[in-house]
């Protein structure tokens, strides 16, 4: 009974939960709730109040009030002005000098006009220097103000440019690393007087190696270095070969030129001198900065002292495109002549494919075309060098004959080595070699020579295939002497005669160089040069009749 009584009494306690929970009480919940929406007003002080809501969702024309504070430009206009002056307003925080700057930009637009006069030309000049003294080193790293300041010194008179290189001159070699300011620097040398280009060569004392392994700094050595004579050249130079030479820059006088002297005479550790020159050259090639010709006079006095490892590595990093940026001079030609000479097949076949597209330009080069000739005398790969060089020299062959430069690999297929045409320089240059890389080679040469004793040109050996087509008769005129035969000889392991009948013949060259001299033949009769080229194609027109 008291068991049916209480399941009664727990029945109707679920009903009367269930009839308050439809009549809209909330059930009890011993769970803790969070502070319900219509409890918000008693907690803040303030009652609510929609105005203070800065952005009411349901009044979607209302804007938010920082929009509402600024106003808006009715055009495209007006944004435009609007646009500049914030810009022009963030460069007067960020420039100091920025209204001079704009000043001198406007006066700078006068100035460079090539139709004004004279006159007005120097007063504006006068007064764009006035406006800038005291200023010069910080305007002259902007883009804007580094062109005013060139075209100031391009016309101002020499006093004027004297007060400018005074205040200049602490802090060349500082301006000397910026890429606007290096304009300026390279501009004032050029119309530096001998003293002031005395005082800045001496204030790279001790800098040099480090400006040439910087982009920018390295055109500021080498513009120093083509305006210095021999002792100024040197003196930059030795900084390079050694730390003894570049602390007592007075150990040195003007006879001893070449390193290879320096190293018994000042009684210099030939092992630290190549490890010094090592440090110093490395990082430039790795850079790939190669393009002046002080790097490349370092490079050859580098190469006669090198070991053979050294040396290999050497002429290894620069055989491929970066050869192309070297040949342009002197020793840089040389530098070239030794990759093709002591590389083997792969960096020659790298080296020629490197220069694919610049043919035309090398080939009219004064020093790159030395490079073609020996190319075209040592490499064995003939198909490779009819695909590449003879290919891109063919559309221009008329160029090529009536040209200093352009005629010489031409004659030098046509009659190889000849002293009248290439003058004792280049020989010898073709002759050069390293000390380290060409010992057990002599031997070799030896043999090649008494292979071809029975020939009368230099260095090229009968062919019975050839039937005599291409003997070579010298000129009474090219006394060459023993030596420079075994020097002259080619290395390549291909016969110099099937080298030459491969290039001129079986690639279509002598066909097409024989039309273009009998299509020129009145011009080529009259022509300095042509000539030459007219005789030598006749002589193997000749032949091949």
Known sequence: MAAKEQKKHSSTKRKQGSDSHKEGEKPFSKKAK??????????????????????????????????????????????????????????????????????????WERMRHRNIAKEDRSKLVSEAIQKMMGKICEIAVSHVSSRVLQTCAKYCSQEERDIVFEELRPNLLTLACNAYAVHLVTKMLDSASKKQLDGFISSLHGHVAPLLRHMVGSVVIEHAYQLGNPFQKQSLLLELYSAELQLFKDLVTMKERRLSD????????????????????????????????????????????????????????????????????????????????????????????????????????????????????????????TKIVLRELQPILKELVFNKNGKRPLLQLLHPNCQRYLGPE???????????????????????????????????????????????????????????????????????STRRLELLVNSGLAEGLIDTCIENAEELLKSKFGKEVLYESHCVSCCLV
């Open 34 to 107: 969070f502070v319900e929406k219509s409890n918000v007003k008693s907690i803040s002080n303030k009652p609510f109040n929609s105005s203070n809501k800065p952005y009411s969702i349901k009044d979607k024309s209302q804007k938010p009030i920082h929009f509402q504070e600024k106003n808006d430009p009715k055009s495209n206009r007006e944004r435009r002005i609007q646009a500049k002056e914030l810009a022009a307003a963030r460069k007067k925080k960020r420039k100091p000098h920025y209204n001079l700057e704009q000043e001198l930009a406007s006066l």
């Open 426 to 496: 280049n020989l010898a240059a073709l002759s050069l070699s390293v000390p380290s890389l060409c010992k057990g080679e002599g031997t070799e040469v030896a043999m090649d020579l008494e292979k071809d004793k029975n020939t009368s040109g230099v260095g090229e050996s009968s062919d019975n295939d050839v039937k005599g087509d291409f003997e070579d008769n010298l000129p009474e005129d090219d006394n060459i002497s023993a030596k420079d035969k075994l020097q002259l000889v080619s290395v390549g392991k291909k016969d110099p």
């Open 262 to 385: 320096l190293i018994p005479k000042l009684g210099l550790n030939k092992g630290s001198v190549i490890r010094h020159m090592a440090s110093v050259i490395q990082p430039i090639l790795e850079k790939g900065i190669v393009d002046h010709s002080i790097i490349h006079t370092a490079l050859i006095e580098y190469l006669n002292i090198a070991d053979k490892s050294s040396a290999a590595e050497i002429l290894e990093q620069l055989s491929g495109p970066l050869l192309v940026r070297i040949i342009h001079t002197k020793d840089g030609s040389k530098l070239g002549m030794l990759c093709i000479k002591h590389g083997g097949a792969k960096e020659r076949k790298k080296i020629i494919k490197g220069m694919k597209g610049h043919i035309e330009k090398i080939a009219l080069d004064q020093y790159g075309c030395m490079v073609l000739v020996c190319m075209l005398s040592i490499v064995d790969d003939t198909k490779l060098l």
